[in-house]
């Protein structure tokens, strides 16, 4: 009778076991970081009417209310929900200390970064001193008993005005090692226009210390290709939408810390240019926002249930359904 009692237990603890498992295959995504860049002291880029703060907190407050609305179990957890620093923090640097911090220890299973770009001196435009005109002139010039005409020419200046037309949007994922070959098929870039963190004292990993080796190593194994799909989705989605596509790309240095330092898939979302007057106007409207937080949404849906079909057992799932995956 007690072997009996015993191997009931083991069973009941066993269905128990796979009932969770299932669960936790249906459940890929439980918990959602929403993270808006920069805020209270750190306005981010200036727009004409705006700043980048402002504008990263509405689209990822509206965001968040989407996800909430589609998935009711689904954990948000966001940064920072006003215009403060995230935790309130004094420092920007602490202030990225805890937006990873965060995210790592609520469980996250998405990290999702909301940013605006800049390009240029000025946003909107600016002024700049150009030659409108040349004027050729003559003058006599004597040269030993000789004399000759000698053509010069005056310039005529005028300010110009030269509209920021840098426009479009793009998402960033953290590439640990430059050489491997999954990170290779990112497009480098080396023209920043984005976020550049270049206040920043936070260290990047270093390769050579054990536990950075292997935190290097998972992310490798688990969370980039997963990265660069939700990225790739989101850019598609924008494509669709009529946005301008300035791609995927990879950033392994300080411009994008928090990237690095997150334990999971992560993401960071370049939703347009506020140094361009259109995309700050669409960007400040009821329909720009809708369309934004729709894309980014669209996206993180389709990465959601390619994940939950991967979780299925193994007869019911195509090569097609999670490809990429």
């Known amino acids: 009778m007690k072997k009996v009692c015993i191997a009931f237990t ?21 918990t959602i970081i929403i993270d808006p860049g920069h805020g209270g002291i750190d306005p981010g880029a200036p727009g004409m009417k705006s700043t980048e703060a402002q504008l990263a907190l509405q689209v990822s407050l509206k965001l968040g209310d989407t996800i909430a609305k589609a998935w009711p179990d689904v954990k948000l957890v966001f940064t920072r929900t006003t215009d403060v620093l995230p935790g309130n923090k004094p420092t920007k640097d602490a202030a990225l200390k805890y937006r990873a911090d965060l995210a790592n220890e609520s469980g996250g299973d998405l990290f ?4 605006l770009n800049a390009a240029g001196h000025k946003p909107g435009g600016w002024y700049e001193r150009r030659v409108v005109n040349k004027i050729p002139r003559t003058k006599t010039v004597k040269k030993g008993k000789k004399t000759y005409k000698k053509t010069y020419y005056e310039y005529e200046y005028e300010n ?11 998402t ?5 090692n430059k050489n491997d070959d999954k990170v290779r098929s990112v497009n480098k870039t080396t023209d920043y226009t984005g976020e550049i963190d270049s206040t920043t004292t936070l260290s990047l990993p270093d390769p050579s210390d054990p536990s950075e080796k292997a ?45 690095q330092a997150t334990g999971m898939p992560s993401i960071l979302i370049e939703i347009g240019f506020i140094s361009n007057q259109e995309e700050e106007e669409y960007m ?19 990465y959601k249930e390619k994940l939950e079909i991967r979780a299925k057992p193994a007869a019911e799932v195509t090569e097609e359904a999670t490809k990429g995956f």
Not at 215 to 225: D, K
Not at 284 to 302: C, D, H, L, R
């Open 160 to 170: 110009v005005w030269v509209p920021n037309k840098a426009k479009g949007t793009e």
């Open 172 to 176: 960033y994922v953290w590439a640990m």
């Open 284 to 302: 400040n409207s009821e329909i720009g926002q809708a369309e934004i937080v729709a894309n980014i949404f669209t996206a993180i849906k389709n």
């Open 112 to 115: 999702i970064a909301i940013h």
């Open 215 to 259: 935190r290097m190593l998972i992310y490798a194994q688990n969370y980039f290709r997963k990265s660069l799909n939700l990225a790739d989705l989101v850019q598609q989605e924008f494509i669709a939408a009529g946005r301008v596509n300035r791609g995927v790309k990879q950033r392994n240095d300080k411009g994008i810390w928090v990237l």
């Open 10 to 30: 083991l069973l009941t603890c066993f269905v128990w076991t796979t009932d969770l498992c299932a669960q936790d295959r249906k459940k890929p995504i439980q």
